[in-house]
């Protein structure tokens, strides 16, 4: 089992820039995939980002491609994600999760219950 420690939300305006990351303590390896969730009051939880821990590679939502930024850094069992140009509609709780998986990061994101560990979310709010 895995533990995720997410940390770095907060409030900020339109157009501005947050930082989140997320400390993984437990069993972890290279089969392993890092993702973040959000889930908006009234809406379905959704992945804007997923990254592989042995190469990796990376997955977005198209909805964030070119704002946000997926990163790992090994040495520190820690994955970030650099959120810039925050939009209204980025406003959610955003959740770290782990996965133990052969599958890629756009193929762990479909598949339900590849994740097995969730962190307890951070809440994100974008004023406009």
């Known amino acids: 089992q895995v533990r995720l420690v997410e940390s770095g939300g907060g409030l900020v305006q339109a157009g501005g820039s947050l930082r989140l990351s997320c400390a993984a303590s437990?069993?972890?390896?290279?089969?392993?995939?890092m993702g973040w969730s959000r889930q908006a009051p009234g809406k379905e939880r959704e992945f804007v980002a997923a990254i592989k821990w042995s190469d990796a590679t990376t997955y977005y939502t198209d909805s964030v491609k070119g704002r946000f930024t997926i990163s790992r850094d090994n040495t520190k069992n820690t994955v970030y994600l650099q959120m810039n140009s925050l939009k209204p509609e980025d406003t959610a709780v955003y959740y770290c999760?782990?996965?133990?998986?052969?599958?890629?990061?756009?193929?762990?994101?479909?598949?339900?219950?590849?994740?097995?560990?969730w962190g307890q979310g951070t809440q994100v709010t974008v004023s406009s």
């Open positions: 999760a782990a996965g133990n998986t052969i599958l890629t990061p756009a193929q762990a994101v479909a598949v339900k219950g590849t994740f097995g560990s």
């Open positions: 437990g069993r972890t390896g290279s089969r392993y995939i």
